[in-house]
């Protein structure tokens, strides 16, 4: 069964640190673009990183560069994100998805999807 399983999330305080786990299960995750997506309440799910299946090519949204890092480890199967100077409106749950071959992260674009992991920044 092919399976993303994100994790790592948690209730940090503003300013702190989180990285994120993406693993996956029943595929190599090497021949695919790897994107990491974040759903806050009541808005829709955006793009915040995105990291080609090299490692080669990564993106970044705005609000987030240099503050958070994409990175993959194709020998263990895992993508990673390690997240800094997290801020409150970087809440929400964070979902990695996988895209076979193609560069480029978009929401309808990705073949597979986790179920998500809960990050709260908070006071």
């Known amino acids: 069964q092919l399976q993303l399983v994100e994790s790592g999330g948690g209730l940090v305080q503003p300013g702190g640190s989180l990285r994120l786990s993406c693993a996956a299960s029943?595929?190599?995750?090497?021949?695919?673009?790897i994107g990491w997506f974040r759903q806050a309440p009541g808005k829709e799910r955006e793009g915040v990183s995105c990291?080609?299946?090299?490692?080669?090519?990564?993106n970044y949204t705005d609000s987030v560069k240099g503050r958070f890092t994409i990175s993959r480890d194709n020998a263990k199967n895992t993508v990673y994100l390690q997240m800094n100077s997290l801020k409150p409106e970087d809440t929400g749950v964070y979902y990695c998805?996988?895209?076979?071959?193609?560069?480029?992260?978009?929401?309808?674009?990705?073949?597979?999807w986790g179920k998500g992991t809960l990050v709260t920044v908070s006071s």
């Open positions: 998805a996988a895209r076979y071959r193609m560069y480029g992260c978009h929401v309808g674009d990705m073949n597979y």
């Open positions: 029943g595929f190599r995750l090497e021949y695919y673009t």
């Open positions: 990291i080609s299946s090299s490692s080669y090519s990564t």
